[in-house]
């Protein structure tokens, strides 16, 4: 083809981009690949995540206040609560299945998640 303008303007590169986005979609109908929360790994041992919105602005991004004074609030009643040396044993259990190379490192996050 030359080079990429040329491949550009045959409609190589767009002919690509459309044929590895129909078989990526094609795996995922027949379950080859799977996108964890969404085609695999829901159910009820899944938790709510809430998120924060925030608006872009020309000179960076600003948050919702009452948004980010609701979420400061939560995680510093959070921290007044939670068991810190609970905390403290279930991250050394997740450093230590991290150079035991354990495959499945997800329940470790859980459980730190949840502690």
Known sequence: ?????????NGYMQREIAGS???RQKRL????DRIVGVSCFTGENEFEVMTVRLVAYPYGV?????????????????????????VVRLLEHL???TTKEEINLLPHFIECVKA
Do not use: F, I, P, S
């Not at 083809?1 to 303007?9: L, Q, R, S, T």
């Open 1 to 9: 083809m030359g080079d990429a303008v040329v491949a550009a303007e």
């Open 21 to 23: 986005a129909y078989e």
């Open 29 to 32: 109908e027949e379950g080859q």
């Open 62 to 86: 600003k948050r919702h206040d009452r948004n980010e004074r609701t979420q400061v609030a939560r995680l510093k009643g959070l921290k007044r609560v939670r068991d810190d040396k609970e």
């Open 95 to 97: 450093r230590q299945a």
